[in-house]
């Protein structure tokens, strides 16, 4: 843990920090808000003290509640892999800026985030899907895409089935939302 | 230009207007609906002279299932859009659904040339999540058998790439090295290709006799081999020059472009994760991280061959080093990691590979996101090919080692 790189962020980006910085093992943890996406990056990536020039990794991810988008850094400055959490977009229309602006090769994990999440990344020249055909409409790394034989969580400990008519007798008559979505707690 | 119309005199068969009647299908390149997206109404609008090539699904030099999509002018490339998704599996959310054990298995598909490290990224994330230490014995084997992976893997390289050139006997010397150290792993692990061999918290298996006994037999003659498979391709003249100055990169284009590993190191970063950011045991091994300046095909060629004899260095040492103890931590059979978030990368034959999992206090990941090094290079494609011919797209590709089963995940 670098507790040196917890204190200069915190310095830089105070006001900006939608949360506490967390550190565990070799990583720091910080959270943003997604308006400020672009304005974080630039700094981390252009100042001479941070010099994150390396996205080690960008990732989608539903908490069940909202979206978030996760950024990995790396920087010779410090010991420490920084993770940069865009957090609270909307489950509805999920939208951050994108990253290719500084990263080029973001475009293709931004579009694997859109393809899989639904998350918009504005300033992405190339927003398609890169998996899935593109006649596909679900987006299947959401929390409410069930697997047909998803059967581990099911409360019932059967088969949860995702098509109506095959709904078992306790789901049957409600409607066709999912009963129980996995959510990450706080 | 209209169809023929259907009740008029029928044109002969080879009339290429006939084929305009038929509907659009799969491997029509240009795609059945407005362009959604400004890059791709840009990809898809020809100019004059231009014309579209598909390339793929099933071409015998895409290592997998690939298909590009090459807008030309004559014999030029002028630009390309890889059609990714035909392997695509769901891994994440596969792992999703299954409890952290089973994750092994699931992400050994991946990478199906060098399957350790795909289950190596995945095995230190879920350590750091549950806070295991895990045995030093089982922290060398790991380096051992990883580094022996990498050396097929790029030994296997050196045959693809000399294949894609035009060349056929390399691959032939390729897969007599590759097919040793896959005899060994077999005898270590059990499997010859998927693995299965990382468990949380150490190893499936201690080193055993026969694994023993096929290593040294390989290590007493493995440079000397390694140096006459080399002969082949660097004092070939047809192949130096052919693949020098092809699909050249510079430095700030490369970290631009996320690239890592190998294809990173040939535009002169020394970035490598096992020394960058070190994991398991390497702060204690003596190795070099070798760069060049060239950022071409060949300077990449020669980079995975230096490192070949990087991961023979390793591997003495380990042999040297190895300590005696347990080979696995105690775990629990069910694992309920504490909720919490962890990102574990490390290096892998074509680079960075990492893994950053969510635990929601479940016996199941609630999020697993894997990243491949193969996915960013193959985007780099793009960019290396700009005005080179349509020859030289595979050699360019194969350059880079993608590997069709990770970028599709």
């Known amino acids: ?186 | 230009m209209t169809a023929p119309s259907r009740t008029g005199p029928q044109p002969s068969a080879d009339d290429p207007r006939v084929m305009l009647d038929r509907d659009i299908g799969v491997f029509e390149p240009v795609p059945p609906y407005p362009p959604r997206t400004e890059r791709e109404a840009e990809f898809y609008t020809l100019g004059d002279g231009q014309m579209l090539l598909n390339m793929g699904p099933q071409h015998p030099s895409t290592h997998g299932v690939l298909r590009v999509v090459l807008k030309l002018d004559g014999e030029k490339v002028v630009d390309l859009d890889p059609v990714l998704g035909y392997l695509h599996r769901g891994v994440e959310k596969l792992c999703e659904n299954a409890d952290y054990h089973q994750v092994i298995s699931q992400v050994d598909p991946l990478e199906y040339i060098s399957s350790l490290f795909c289950e190596w990224s995945p095995v230190i994330a879920f350590e750091k999540l549950l806070d295991v230490d895990v045995p030093r014995r089982a922290e060398y084997i790991r380096v051992l058998s990883g580094e022996l992976n990498r050396i097929a893997s790029h030994a296997l390289f050196m045959g693809w790439f000399a294949l894609d050139l035009g060349g056929l006997t390399p691959i032939l010397w390729s897969f007599i090295e590759r097919d040793e150290i896959v005899e060994m792993l077999a005898a270590l692990t059990g499997q010859r290709m998927l693995f299965n061999y990382f468990r949380i918290g150490g190893v499936n298996g201690d080193l055993n006799h026969e694994f023993m006994s096929r290593l040294g037999d390989w290590m007493s003659r493995a440079t000397k081999q390694i140096e006459s498979n080399l002969t082949l391709l660097n004092q070939n003249e047809i192949f130096v020059r052919r693949a020098r100055g092809l699909g050249v990169i510079d430095t700030a284009g490369a970290l631009r472009m996320c690239m890592t590993g190998p294809n990173l190191r040939a535009t002169g970063v020394p970035f490598d994760v096992r020394r960058a950011h070190p994991y398991s045991v390497y702060p204690e091994l003596d190795f070099d991280v070798p760069t060049r300046t060239e950022g071409d095909s060949l300077a990449r060629y020669l980079l995975r061959m230096e490192e070949i004899k990087q991961s023979i260095r390793i591997i003495d040492q380990c042999l040297h080093q190895m300590p005696d103890g347990p080979i696995m931590a105690k775990l629990p059979r069910l694992l309920r990691p504490r909720p919490g978030r962890a990102y574990a990368a490390i290096e892998g034959p074509r680079g960075q590979y990492s893994t950053y999992a969510i635990s929601d206090g479940t016996d199941q990941p609630f999020r697993m996101r894997i990243h491949d090094p193969s996915f960013i290079h193959l985007q780099s494609v793009g960019v290396l090919m700009q005005n080179n011919l349509i020859a030289d797209t595979m050699a360019i590709m194969a350059s880079l080692d993608p590997v069709m089963g990770g970028v599709d995940k």
């Open chain 1, 1 to 186: 843990m670098d507790r040196a790189l917890k204190g200069r962020l915190e310095a830089r980006f105070g006001a900006m920090l939608a949360g506490p910085i967390r550190q565990r093992h070799d990583e720091t943890e910080m959270r943003i808000g997604p308006g400020d996406v672009t304005e974080v990056l630039r700094a981390l990536h252009d100042e001479p003290d941070f010099r994150f020039e390396m996205l080690s990794d960008l990732a989608g991810v539903d908490t069940g509640d909202h979206m978030q988008v996760v950024y990995h850094l790396w920087s010779d400055s410090t010991a420490d892999w920084l993770r940069v959490i865009a957090d609270g977009l909307s489950r509805e229309d999920p939208r951050a800026p994108s990253a290719t602006f500084l990263w080029k090769g973001a475009e293709w994990m931004e579009r694997e985030a859109y393809d899989m999440f639904g998350i918009t990344f504005e300033g992405n020249r190339d927003l398609r899907r890169i998996y899935m055909p593109p006649d596909y409409t679900s987006f299947p790394l959401r929390k409410d895409f069930l697997l047909p034989d998803d059967a581990a969580r099911s409360p019932g400990g059967g088969v949860r089935h995702m098509e109506r008519g095959h709904a078992p007798a306790s789901r049957a008559e409600g409607s066709d939302a999912p009963d129980t979505i996995r959510r990450l707690g706080a």
